[in-house]
């Protein structure tokens, strides 16, 4: 054989076993380490059920006939935030099953025959959340799971119930789109943000418009409303930059403009308190953290964790980033690990290279004890676009835990290594690939096939939706968008 020809045929071998190479599929991942299934459960479909009865009902009477009821509903409430704002209440209080059950159903009441009075039960859930705030500080949250349920169960309920209202107020003026909470004192420099006075060392989560956004907010035992956390850090001359990690970037800063202008369906902004014993020792914590971040960020590029591994600051999620800057200083946020245990869900969360079940999830922060919300902005325009969002993602974590696989198409495995080697020389000089570093080839077609189940559900489900407001007159609440979602298409 001569050398061109040994030549020729080392090289058609050398392809030959690049390109079988390329077909080899990646073994199966074990989600290894999830924790025992305890996934909250609310169970109370048939309080549902009643609740759209009793809108539709005090609709039906009209505002001058629910007037009575409603300031009656009102002063009952008031009663139970003023015991809650007054004293110490245990997190098995029977109280507060008293105040949810009056919450929900002075909304059924409120929203379906006066929605333009919707502004008096905003004031009502800010007033729960502060005093909230303050009891959570007895409560175990970490160690206690019954405190931890109460705790959810008013603050995921009363966001829920307000925001169905706020869906029916299409011909009603001035939806509250900014609900305030506590100003909470800080020495840090400041910078006006969407009509709130936002601190240096404030945490931003935040709620992304995307399907791995709602993936990321509902794959939690206690599925959230926020799929992102950023850092905010303000300058002595009020320069304000947002330090974040990107999945397809990585640790970066950026403008406040430029954090504002991406796809966001909510923002909450949290603080320290400010009798958190470190503040007390160092008033300018809050703002040296962030300082830490910033300089982290622009000292070199930092990649994104896709194994959400909370104790190695090599590689940051986004949640790290506001919780590893604060922890060099001795503030530990998230009091109490996010838990993701439900077997479907863990199943799921390791074909996208979760490798850390319990972890800082975003929506988990507000419940944390040493940190107070400030403010929290909804886009009433796209809220309706989160709870579809939210729906479509329960429904499909339901069909996880029935047996649903993540899937792709094999076929496909080959030109996206090929695409994955091309995002791989990107990065070696500081660009950005189609497929994010950190992320395997076959775990982005995993994300093409959520995007893809999630956008057909989403069309069913506002396909839907449609029709129920054409025959009732307002939009469907969420539970019937999730039945919605769970039928087979037509």
């Not at 990646?26 to 479909?45: C, K, L, S, Y």
């Not at 169905?164 to 006006?192: F, H, I, K, N, W």
């Not at 079940?357 to 902005?377: C, G, I, K």
């Not at 995993?446 to 956008?455: D, I, K, T």
């Amino acid at each position: 054989m001569t050398p061109r020809r040994r030549l020729g045929v080392g090289l058609a071998a050398a392809l030959g076993f690049g390109a079988a190479a390329l077909l080899v599929p990646e073994p199966p991942v074990d989600p290894a380490g999830a924790p025992p299934p305890r996934p909250f459960v609310w169970g109370q479909d048939d309080v549902w059920a009643t609740l759209e009865r009793d809108f539709d009902a005090a609709r039906a009477r009209g505002c001058e006939a629910e007037t009575p009821a409603i300031d009656e509903g009102l002063a009952a409430l008031d009663a139970h935030l003023e015991q809650l704002e007054g004293a110490p209440v245990p997190h098995d209080a029977p109280m507060l099953s008293r105040l949810e059950a009056a919450l929900f159903g002075l909304a059924a009441r409120l929203g379906g025959a006066c929605p333009a009075r919707v502004p008096e039960l905003a004031e009502r859930v800010r007033r729960l959340r502060v005093a909230l705030e303050d009891q959570r500080r007895a409560w175990d949250i970490p160690r206690d799971r019954a405190a931890r349920d109460a705790s959810y169960r008013l603050l995921y309920g009363s966001r829920a119930a307000l925001e169905e209202l706020l869906l029916q107020m299409d011909d009603s003026p001035g939806p509250p789109g900014l609900l305030r909470g506590l100003d909470e004192p800080s020495a840090a420099p400041s910078v006006e943000v969407l009509g709130v006075r936002l601190h240096s060392g404030d945490v931003l989560v935040s709620r992304g418009g995307a399907p791995t956004s709602a993936f990321i907010a509902r794959g939690n035992d206690y599925p959230g409303n926020f799929s992102h956390v950023a850092l905010l850090h303000v300058a002595e001359d009020g320069a304000a930059h947002v330090i974040e990690s990107h999945i397809e970037s990585g640790l970066g800063v950026f403008s406040l403009e430029r954090y504002l202008a991406d796809t966001k369906l909510r923002i909450m902004a949290l603080r320290l308190r400010s009798d958190h014993p470190a503040v007390a020792t160092d008033p300018l914590l809050a703002h040296r953290a962030a300082t830490d971040a910033l300089e982290r960020a622009q000292g070199g590029h930092v990649p994104y964790d896709f194994a959400m591994d909370w104790r190695d600051p090599s590689a940051l999620f986004c949640s790290e980033v506001a919780y590893a800057p604060y922890a060099a200083r001795g503030v530990h946020l998230w009091s109490g690990l996010s838990s993701m245990s439900s077997p479907g869900l863990t199943r799921w969360l390791a074909q996208f290279g979760v490798r850390n079940f319990e972890t800082l999830a975003p929506s988990d922060l507000e419940h944390d004890p040493q940190v107070r919300v400030v403010a929290e902005w909804r886009e009433p325009d796209t809220l309706f676009d989160d709870h579809v969002d939210n729906a479509v993602l329960d429904v499909l974590l339901e069909r996880a835990e029935a047996g649903l696989e993540v899937d792709y198409d094999y076929a496909r495995l080959p030109l996206a290594r090929l695409v994955k080697g091309y995002s791989v020389a990107l990065n070696l000089f500081g660009a950005v690939g189609p497929i994010p570093e950190g992320m395997s080839a076959a775990t982005g077609l995993r994300v093409e096939w959520l995007s893809a189940q999630h956008g057909a559900i989403r069309d069913q489900i506002r396909a839907r939706a449609a029709e129920y407001r054409a025959r009732h007159g307002r939009r469907p609440p969420y539970w019937t968008l999730v039945a919605m979602g769970r039928s087979p298409p037509r």
